[in-house]
């Protein structure tokens, strides 16, 4: 868990900092895909957390 909000702030702050700096559009386009990826990881291991056990 502490990795998933690691990877969430790093994110954050890429973009901001993407956003704010004039030249460095690029930063903010890979803290949207870092972000994008890091909610799709966390997605994939919630669903494999909660399924129903095997009978």
């Known amino acids: 868990?502490?990795?998933?909000?690691?990877?969430v702030i790093?994110?954050?702050?890429l973009g901001i900092i993407g956003f704010a700096v004039k030249g460095l559009l690029y930063l903010l386009v890979i803290g949207c895909l870092l972000?994008?990826?890091d909610l799709v990881w966390g997605a994939m291991r919630w669903a494999r957390h909660h399924r129903r056990p095997a009978r």
């Open 1 to 7: 868990m502490a990795f998933f909000l690691l990877v």
């Open 10 to 13: 790093i994110a954050i702050v």
């Open 35 to 37: 972000l994008a990826a």
